[in-house]
């Protein structure tokens, strides 16, 4: 009865690909963690892409969150692929 966590996603259209999902943010109560929580979110999260027409949905986290990545390959995720993030401070 009491909220553990959220997840946050944005819909992103490329004029040549359709529209797929941008897990945003994906946080958890540390005392609630471990318990599939995380997973069930992202498993939403994915649940509500498909229904919205989105042909697929994707997520960047660091490669040594092994939290993350656990949470995320159990949704359906994965496997991780290399990627490179640029980023601009301002």
């Known amino acids: 009865g009491r909220v553990v966590g959220f997840v946050s996603g944005v819909e992103t259209t490329h004029p040549d690909k359709g529209t797929e999902m941008f897990l945003y943010e994906l946080a958890v109560d540390p005392a609630a963690q471990r318990r599939g929580h995380g997973r069930a979110l992202a498993a939403a999260l994915a649940d509500l892409a498909r229904e919205r027409g989105c042909y697929g949905m994707y997520v960047l ?5 092994a939290a ?20 601009w401070t301002f």
């Open 61 to 65: 986290t660091d490669d040594d969150n």
């Open 68 to 87: 993350a990545l656990a949470t995320y390959t159990s949704a359906g995720g994965g496997p991780p692929e290399p990627a490179v993030m640029l980023t």
